[in-house]
């Protein structure tokens, strides 16, 4: 039974759980207590596009998985999508109150139908700075997930994902673009809306001085603007919403 002690005891076993086996072992438990089968927690990004920009554990069905990642849904999945709009979990059910439906959602379902996976409830995952993430527990054939699991998930979901994002953290920033404090301090400015002209007299700097530390960070995100730089200077956590606001 989902009962608040049990969700304590699972809440300690995720932030201790030091690989990613001993993680996936406090996931299946949650799911016994639930009465479900199936948990994905994941980061919301096109996993073949992308291989190993994000966290995913997962225990769906292979064939399942497979015609997910082919066709790009990591980004553009109904739950997923209904998750960046909720700060609390919510069940699937319950999606289309929050969440509009879109053309091709309901294939969407009745695809992961025929793979046993039916209703579910999903918990956001949202840290400023990084793509949106979440933890999904779903159950087979027509068996509901209920308001108190939902409760008993919330209770564990933050801290499963904050241990998968350290288990994972060598393997997933790896190949990071590593930036300069001083190129750091440009793509800052630049998403403060500064032009170089601008950030030159704020740091003291040469203007071409300015231009030639942005030039060097677009080429390590391989971004092809100012914009983008600062888009995926924020995504990779070299800056931060708050660092931007803080200006």
Not at 122 to 133: I, K, M, N, R, S
């Amino acid at each position: 039974m989902p009962t608040p002690d049990a969700a304590l005891r699972l809440a300690a076993d995720a932030m201790s759980a030091a690989s990613e086996d001993a993680l996936v072992d406090v996931l299946l438990e949650a799911c016994a207590r639930m009465g479900c089968s199936w948990f994905a927690l994941t980061h919301h990004v096109d996993f073949l596009a992308a291989p190993g920009k994000g966290v995913r554990i997962h225990n769906y069905p292979e064939d399942w998985a497979h015609w997910f990642d082919s066709r790009g849904l990591g980004t553009s999945d109904p739950v997923h999508r209904a998750s960046q709009k909720r700060m609390a979990g919510f069940l699937w059910h319950d999606m289309t109150d929050f969440s509009p439906e879109r053309p091709g959602d309901a294939a969407i379902f009745a695809r992961a139908r025929r793979h046993d996976i039916h209703d579910g409830l999903t918990v956001p995952a949202h840290l400023p700075g990084e793509v949106h993430g979440s933890v999904s527990f779903a159950w087979r054939s027509r068996a509901a997930a209920t308001p108190e699991a939902l409760m008993f998930a919330q209770s564990i979901a933050a801290f499963a994902f904050e241990a998968a994002r350290q288990i994972s953290r060598p393997a997933v920033h790896i190949n990071r673009p590593r930036l300069t404090d001083r190129q750091i301090e440009c793509v800052l400015w630049v998403a403060r809306g500064k032009s170089d002209g601008v950030i030159a007299q704020i740091l003291g700097l040469k203007e071409d001085t300015i231009s030639e530390h942005l030039k060097n960070a677009r080429e390590r995100y391989e971004a092809p603007s100012r914009t983008s730089l600062a888009i995926r200077a924020l995504f990779d956590s070299a800056i931060t919403f708050g660092d931007v606001a803080g200006g």
